[in-house]
């Protein structure tokens, strides 16, 4: 299982672009709404989460979590405590922990890049605390994924798809959305 984690203000085009992406790949991803079951963009667009964080349990068996960028986005997922346990579990069994645009300070302020390759949204390179930060769309170190901004969205969601399954299930999905 995948989460994606949605809070009021997050970008649009990194959330539904890498789900799209991912289920259009038969990935099974759920959309999770921090602030409420329906969660409303940076550019206000509303989306009706699969389910909201309180009926989640910490206990929940899950791949990977996914925490798309915006603002004020970003910050929502970061004041979230439930959102923080996810991010905690996820570090300590070695999940998947995937984040874009402004949204991988909130792993640089828990120390969960230190030491690893990351990129992010250009003016938020002093909050990845101890990262080996990357001039690049997305970058894979280990179980971290992060990339730069929406107009990475698809290096991202391709990234993620390729941890999930593999290189070839990620080329076969560049080729079918005719990607260059």
């Not at 990935?27 to 709404?33: A, F, R």
């Not at 349990?57 to 346990?85: C, K």
């Not at 390179?125 to 894979?140: D, H, K, P, S, Y």
């Not at 990475?152 to 993620?160: G, V």
Request: net charge negative.
């Amino acid at each position: 299982m995948v989460y994606l984690f949605l809070a009021d203000g997050f970008e649009e085009i990194e959330a539904l672009y890498t789900l799209d992406i991912l289920r259009r790949a038969s990935i099974n991803i759920k959309t999770v709404g921090v602030t409420g079951k329906t969660a409303t963009g940076s550019h206000k667009i509303p989306v009706i989460c699969d389910i909201a964080i309180q009926e989640l349990s910490a206990n929940d068996d899950f791949d990977m979590i996914i925490l798309p960028g915006g603002l004020p986005g970003a910050y929502n997922l970061d004041d979230s405590e439930a959102v923080s346990n996810f991010i905690e579990i996820a570090h300590k069994n070695n999940k998947f922990i995937c984040a874009i645009c402004a949204a991988p300070f909130i792993l640089g302020k828990r120390g969960i890049l230190k030491g690893k390759k990351a990129t992010c949204f250009p003016g938020f390179e002093n909050e990845l605390a101890g990262a080996e930060i990357q001039n690049c769309g997305c970058v894979r170190d280990g179980n971290i994924i992060t990339a730069r901004a929406m107009g990475s969205a698809h290096e991202f969601a391709l990234e993620i798809l390729k941890a999930l399954s593999s290189p070839e299930a990620s080329d076969k999905m560049k080729k079918a959305i005719i990607l260059n």
